[in-house]
């Protein structure tokens, strides 16, 4: 059974700087293709940044380009969102998730499994 644990989440001020992590158990991150969503309040799920299954190939939403880095650790199982110069609109619950596929996929109906999310708040 695949488990996403999400953590890192906080209150931050404009400018500043958060590192994500995602724990996964179940299962190995060299082997799957993973991302990170983000959710605001009255707003759809949307992509924020992806690796694909061989962790070559990176993708990331245009709005996050630039100051959102993804990465991961094989040895540790974990998935990182490193976000720099944030804004007050990056506000958002955070979720990472897993697919089975191979490539890079910005729809959330790609994956199969989801963590529980941790909330960023950016203050102005």
């Known amino acids: 059974q695949v488990q996403l644990v999400e953590s890192g989440g906080r209150l931050v001020q404009a400018g500043g700087s958060l590192r994500l992590s995602c724990a996964a158990s179940g299962g190995t991150t060299s082997s799957v293709a993973m991302a990170w969503f983000r959710q605001a309040p009255g707003k759809e799920r949307e992509f924020v940044a992806a690796f694909s299954r061989s962790g070559i190939t990176t993708g990331a939403a245009d709005s996050v380009k630039g100051r959102f880095t993804i990465s991961r650790d094989n040895a540790k199982n974990t998935l990182y969102l490193q976000m720099n110069s944030l804004k007050p609109e990056d506000t958002a619950v955070y979720y990472c998730?897993?697919?089975?596929?191979?490539?890079?996929?910005?729809?959330?109906?790609?994956?199969?499994?989801w963590g529980q999310g941790t909330q960023v708040t950016v203050s102005s």
């Open positions: 998730a897993e697919t089975l596929k191979t490539y890079i996929y910005r729809s959330r109906i790609d994956y199969d499994y």
